[in-house]
């Protein structure tokens, strides 16, 4: 990336970091709608595969349009769009059958990839404070999540998808990053092309005691967290994150994402019997430190 670039880049960071940020809140209460769904009744799979295909529905008709336009950034965007629908996809269905804390901190390596992956493919340095940020963060993961002083290793399969979807959504960080701003329409469009089929095939990986595969039965209860699910959730939190994807450099954003721990567990404990204590609290302020230093740099 040339220097000129760059300076383009940094005078457009205020909004696509405000987006991140943003998105943090809907990525966060993710888990209610979802557990509303699968207390709904047996068919919660089923239920988040129609919540990931309705947002395609809904965006169809202007595709369709455009279709010209579309058609191309599809060609140019199908390795972004894929992965990303990859990690989300991975992510969703690995807190259903791992440990959370295993995979949310195996998923949050993802500054990591992140970091080295734009180092390798758009250049962008690995400096001192990024690394502090890193460790800033991580450090938060694992006081918050009690995992002691060594990072887990994946064993089951939920474990293996929260430490894949981590480096897939890196790789789809990376992806859109290196695209010259286009359309923000074609890339979200792109994404839920892949969301729905990618999630219904990561259903399907068998796990040792664990049923796979989706369940297809859906009663009207889940209709209302199905919509809500779809539409004030899934399709705005993604149209966020792919605009501040698209213009911030990829270890920034999942820096930014951390945000989403905390918020996850501040609505936990309001929502839930969760836990919130001096150890959460302590794990959320280094949490809080990692971005504070991002946004300042």
Request: proline share 6%; aromatic share 10%; hydrophobic share 55%.
């Amino acid at each position: 990336m040339s220097p000129s670039s760059r300076w383009t880049l940094h005078q457009h960071t205020s909004a696509p970091g405000l987006a991140i940020l943003v998105s943090t809140v809907l990525w966060g209460t993710l888990w209610i709608p979802i557990r509303q769904m699968r207390e709904a009744g047996s068919g919660g799979s089923w239920a988040t595969t129609i919540g990931f295909l309705i947002p395609l529905l809904v965006l169809f008709p202007v595709a369709l349009r455009r279709w010209r336009q579309t058609l191309r950034s599809f060609r140019e965007l199908a390795v972004a769009g894929s992965c990303l629908a990859l990690g989300i996809a991975l992510y969703s269905e690995g807190v259903v059958r791992g440990q959370i804390a295993h995979v949310i901190l195996l998923f949050y390596l993802t500054p990591v990839w992140s970091t080295l992956l734009a180092r390798l493919f758009l250049a962008e340095p690995i400096t001192g404070r990024r690394v502090a940020t890193i460790a800033l963060g991580l450090a938060g993961m694992f006081v918050i999540f009690s995992i002691g002083g060594a990072m887990p290793v994946p064993h089951t399969s939920g474990d293996w998808m929260g430490l894949t979807a981590g480096f897939s959504w890196a790789v789809a960080m990376v992806a859109f990053n290196r695209h010259k701003p286009g359309p923000l329409f074609d890339r979200v469009f792109v994404h839920f092309v892949f969301l729905a089929p990618v999630f219904f095939v990561v259903t399907l990986i068998p796990e040792s005691g664990v049923s796979s595969g989706l369940d297809l039965f859906v009663n009207e209860g889940m209709l209302p967290w199905i919509l809500g699910f779809a539409l004030i959730w899934v399709l705005p939190v993604v149209w966020l994150t792919i605009f501040g994807a698209s213009r911030l450099d990829p270890g920034r954003v999942a820096i930014l994402l951390m945000f989403e721990i905390v918020i996850g567990l501040l609505t936990a404990a309001l929502l839930t019997d969760e836990p919130l204590g001096p150890r959460e609290l302590l794990g959320a302020g280094l949490v809080m430190s990692a971005i504070a230093v991002e946004i300042k740099s």
